[in-house]
């Protein structure tokens, strides 16, 4: 089953990411629930992964962002997103990640 979205998209300067996700999940849990398409009530869990690229790497992101099926099929989303992190430096606390299903 998935267990999250990769979301591909240009802001101008004046977005403020935080905002952007916020309005994603607000809409897309009312949508779903509003569908009745699992049982129970569906909610995202707190926080997100963002990660920038230059424009020369839009087509490999895009490359990237539609093979998720056949990925994750060699790949946890935990394996993904540790090897994200790593890739681009970012320092992290492990108790601070996602609460992973696997």
Not at 58 to 80: C, P
Not at 85 to 98: D, Q, S
Request: glycine fraction near 4%; aromatic fraction near 18%.
């Amino acid at each position: 089953m998935p267990d999250h979205v990769h979301i591909f998209v240009g802001f101008k300067p004046t977005i403020l990411i935080s905002d952007f996700v916020k309005e994603i999940k607000v809409e897309s849990n009312d949508f779903i629930n509003s569908k009745n398409w699992i049982k129970g009530k569906f909610s995202w869990q707190e926080g997100y992964g963002v990660f920038s690229y230059s424009h020369s790497h839009i087509d490999a992101v895009i490359r990237y962002v539609l093979n998720q099926e056949i990925h994750h099929q060699k790949k946890t989303f935990r394996q993904e997103y540790l090897e994200l992190l790593k890739k681009f430096e970012i320092p992290f606390e492990a108790e601070y990640l996602f609460d992973f299903i696997e």
